[in-house]
């Protein structure tokens, strides 16, 4: 496999009967690339992943590997290698059986693939374990074991359905790590699905953000949580607090906003046309914000200010995530820094007023949209796969 | 610890101890009065008391009799239940797999099938004999018994493989088609080593169903009896202990065929959890 591992999306749409899984989707993943896909179940993420890999086919559109079309291709001619969510390692071999089933199904002899097998186990620091049964390792070592088995057939792409998530905290943090290292030792095209935001900006060069079939945005990782476009992004990436408002004023390269219930928001323009009168939604940083003590419940009283009163207060170790009711904007987070929180803490019924300055706000595209989806909502495939086994 | 337990047990623990023990008394005192029988001596009879112990009635079941035929019937029924099995586990497999895909009539089908397990065993044997006589084939025990065998065993093969389907993780499928595997390669080094304890559950099935079916036989079977309607036959005309060495030879048999079903079972389990000491060729 001397051709790249460079993916092209061209126009793919997935349908299962009525429901479509995947609109319409543009997408090019350089080779070499970590690229996360992430959104909440049910967004497509991983109907793209298997239509990459040949176990879904697509409805509409093309899939290019290296350049090549691989549409219609099954899933061993197209140099892709898949690790799947429950890992799948076959239960009636040993994890070496295991690990040669490739080299046994190219028909390369049992003494050569063994050797080659063991290797690979060495590889991921199972040599010790070629003889177990897969029931017989932990959740760490059974991912290891799917890992090797995936690599052994020397893949262009390496695709991961939600690698980790069947792993607890410490062991999955160990592991993103590994994966990290291993995608740069290897140099191929690593496609890694999941539904958690920090796995898919602490591990990816590209993060594709989706929801209902369509990606929201796709980017570096600093650029999708920094710098989300749409308000379905940044409220999904969870730094950001998403306000709105009607353009009432352009100048200097800056608008204000006039929101609903009559705050005043400045924000630069960033080179859009914005019109008088615009309705038009914008985020900040929820770690640029800074609290102050107010004496009494009442309005902010001044420009990117807001006033209302903590709801809740989070420690988390580096920062505070304080939870605050304002009329208006339900779910305001600001993230303070523990030493400037310590400094003046502030406790569940104070009144507060939250400020910011005008470049921490930046405009967001597009309507309001859809607000995320909560975690646990059956998606489009699980139901098809539901009912496929009916 | 255990004293201060059973200081508390409530009444109905009494009460259903007491109705489990007349329930194993039900179940195994007659069968135990039969076993013992059989070891009746020469010259006891159908009877308790014992009269003196021998094997004389086992000797005389493998005797050509003019009451019956024991050896050629029962060596008919291993033959059939044999056959049966086969066609049970193949034929099961096949539809399990079949009916994974949701074919068009696949539902038809599924309550054809399982209709035939709800059906008088009496009414299937006598359509089969009256059709067979119809077609002016003649009915045997390898032929139309056969059949009405199926009928009933088929049904619960494929109950089982339900069953044992609606556990099969499909990512083992894709995930060794993604490791290159063919149809074919899937099948025998995936698919089917995975699914082995539930097809030798289906064989235990078919097995057992088909060596003691009665009334599905009865009038299907032909000119050559099976062991079931060759002991009904002999329960109006023999009057000697040897009736009831048939019982406990027949009672073996089952037994063995259980022990070594689910003895097989056992074994594949536990070498799918246990260190295996020689890496093995998984599947083969």
């Known amino acids: 496999m001397a051709q790249t591992g460079e993916i092209q999306l061209e126009r793919v749409t997935k349908r299962f009967g009525p429901m479509v899984a995947v609109r319409d989707i543009e997408l090019v993943i350089p080779h070499g690339c970590y690229c996360c896909l992430l959104g909440p179940s049910g967004c497509g993420k991983t109907t793209i992943l298997r239509m990459i890999a040949g176990h879904e086919e697509p409805s509409a559109g093309r899939v290019r590997i290296g350049g090549e079309d691989v549409t219609g291709l099954a899933p061993v001619g197209r140099g892709t290698a898949m690790m799947f969510q429950s890992y799948a390692l076959f239960p009636h071999m040993s994890v070496l059986d295991n690990v040669a089933y490739n080299l046994r199904m190219r028909g390369v002899g049992k003494a050569a693939r063994r050797e080659q097998a063991q290797a690979m186990l060495a590889r991921v620091h199972l040599e010790a374990f070629a003889d177990r049964m897969p029931a017989q390792l932990s959740g760490g070592q059974q991912q290891r074991v799917a890992l090797a088995r995936a690599l052994i057939t020397n893949p262009r792409v390496l695709l991961l359905d939600e690698p980790l998530s069947a792993l607890d905290e410490f062991l999955r943090l160990q592991m993103r790590g590994e994966l990290r290292r291993l995608q740069r030792e290897l140099g191929i095209t690593f496609i890694h699905v999941t539904h958690t935001q920090l796995e898919a900006i602490a591990l990816a060069d590209l993060v594709v953000v989706m929801d209902q079939g369509r990606i929201e945005q796709a980017g570096s990782a600093q650029a999708i949580y920094s710098e989300p476009q749409t308000a379905y992004v940044a409220r999904f990436m969870g730094g950001q607090n998403v306000l709105s408002g009607k353009v009432t004023t352009v100048a200097e390269g800056e608008a204000i906003l006039l929101s609903e219930p009559g705050d005043r928001f400045a924000l630069p323009v960033q080179g859009r046309a914005l019109p008088v009168g615009t309705p038009v939604h914008c985020a900040v940083r929820r770690d640029r914000i800074q609290l102050e003590r107010l004496p009494g419940p009442g309005r902010a009283g001044q420009i990117n200010a807001l006033a209302g009163t903590v709801h809740a207060i989070e420690y988390q170790g580096s920062y505070v995530k304080v939870t605050l009711d304002v009329p208006g904007w339900p779910d305001f987070v600001a993230n303070v820094a523990d030493d400037r929180f310590f400094a003046a803490p502030v406790d569940i019924g104070d009144a507060v007023r939250a400020r910011w300055s005008a470049n921490d706000a930046h405009l967001l595209e597009g309507d309001l949209g859809r607000a995320p989806k909560a975690a646990g909502t059956i998606g489009l495939y699980d139901q098809e796969l539901g009912l496929a086994q009916a | ?284």
């Open chain 2, 1 to 284: 610890m255990a004293e201060m337990r059973s200081g508390r047990r409530p009444w109905t623990f009494y009460a259903l101890a007491a109705f489990f023990t007349l329930f194993v008394l039900f179940l195994y005192g007659p069968m135990s009065a039969i076993y013992i029988l059989s070891f009746q001596g020469p010259n006891g009879g159908l009877t308790f008391p014992l009269n003196g112990v021998s094997l004389k009635w086992f000797y005389a079941l493998f005797q050509q009799q003019r009451t019956g035929d024991i050896a050629g019937s029962f060596a008919r029924s291993i033959a059939l239940a044999l056959i049966v099995l086969i066609l049970t586990v193949v034929i099961s497999v096949m539809a399990g797999l079949a009916f994974r895909r949701r074919f068009l009539g696949a539902g038809v089908i599924f309550y054809m099938a399982i209709a035939s397990l709800i059906m008088p065993g009496l009414l299937v044997s006598l359509g089969i004999g009256l059709m067979f006589q119809f077609l002016g084939i003649g009915t045997n025990w390898y032929t139309s018994a056969l059949g009405a065998h199926l009928t009933w065993t088929l049904p619960f093969g494929l109950l089982i493989m339900f069953a044992v389907f609606s556990r099969f993780n499909r990512a083992y499928e894709e995930a060794a088609r993604d490791l290159g595997a063919s149809d074919w390669a899937i099948l025998w080094t995936i698919v089917l080593p995975i699914l082995l304890p539930g097809m030798i559950a289906v064989a235990l099935f078919g097995f057992t169903l088909s060596y003691d079916e009665f009334p599905r036989t009865s009038i299907a079977v032909g000119p050559s009896n099976t062991l079931p309607l060759e002991i009904w036959n002999m329960t109006t005309n023999v009057t000697s202990p040897a009736l009831y060495a048939i019982g406990t030879v027949t009672t073996a048999v089952s037994f063995l065929v259980i022990a070594l079903a689910l003895g097989s079972i056992a074994l594949i389990q536990r070498r799918r959890t246990r260190r295996v000491l020689q890496t093995s060729e998984g599947g083969r």
